[in-house]
T-cell receptor, first 115, second 111 residues
Framework: EAGVVQSPRYKIIEKKQPVAFWCNPI?????LYWYRQNLGQGPELLIR????????DSQLPKDRFSAERLKGVDSTLKIQPAELGDSAVYLC?????????????FGEGSRLTVL | QKEVEQNSGPLSVPEGAIASLNCTYS??????FFWYRQYSGKSPELIMF????GDKEDGRFTAQLNKASQYVSLLIRDSQPSDSATYLC???????????FGQGTELSVKP
């Protein structure tokens, strides 16, 4: 079974440029998460989707970040314009929705460097 | 106070020793707790979860939970160099349906 697929793996951009990350979750997983992980820190949730509905985006900096999950499958996270502080690894994860087991399946992540 | 806190380390132990990783949490409503392992440059992967007070053993790994003290730990017996990684403690925030991670403890097992 294919895992969570993310692209690109690495992205280097100059500040003020836009960037987009794509995620394809595990087939059948209705819940999709975007986390941001700074160096030496644990992942922090940016947004959570249940199917195509964003049910928790309280930590998403909405002035520059946007996300969508069309048809409840693939998802895209966009940053426009990027700032130096956005340099981090952006992790996509999916789950079957049973949070009590805590089994989130993570993709390999997209490492963003903003110069 | 962070909702889930861990000692960031690094924690260094010799091969064959017991590694002890600790985590505290603030939400008394948290019912279950998870340990994820993250190798350098890789994504986190679940290694254990626990929801009852006491110990839960899985091979060389033992998770311990003390809800009264709001404390959860992970013991790794007979540590191997391949156990060198960052270990993330996590607790679900049921009200908001999200998993909250600690900052992680970096473990280094020296041959």
């Amino acid at each position: 079974e294919a895992g969570v697929v993310q692209s690109p793996r690495y992205k280097i951009i100059e500040k003020k440029q836009p960037v987009a990350f794509w995620c394809n979750p595990i087939s059948g997983h209705n819940t999709l998460y975007w986390y941001r992980q700074n160096l030496g820190q644990g992942p922090e949730l940016l947004i959570r989707y249940e199917n195509e509905e964003a049910v928790d985006d309280s930590q998403l900096p909405k002035d520059r970040f946007s996300a969508e999950r069309l048809k409840g499958v693939d998802s895209t996270l966009k940053i426009q314009p990027a700032e130096l502080g956005d340099s981090a690894v952006y992790l996509c994860a999916s789950s079957s929705g049973h949070l009590n087991t805590g089994e989130l399946f993570f993709g390999e992540g997209s490492r963003l460097t903003v110069l | 106070q962070k909702e889930v806190e861990q000692n960031s380390g690094p924690l260094s132990v010799p091969e064959g020793a017991i590694a002890s990783l600790n985590c505290t949490y603030s939400d008394r409503g948290s019912q279950s707790f998870f340990w994820y392992r993250q190798y350098s440059g890789k994504s986190p992967e679940l290694i254990m979860f626990i929801y009852s007070n006491g110990d839960k053993e899985d091979g060389r790994f033992t998770a311990q939970l003390n809800k009264a003290s709001q404390y959860v730990s992970l013991l790794i017996r007979d540590s191997q160099p391949s156990d060198s990684a960052t270990y993330l403690c996590a607790a679900p925030h049921f009200r908001f349906g999200k998993l909250i991670f600690g900052q992680g403890t970096e473990l280094s097992v020296k041959p």
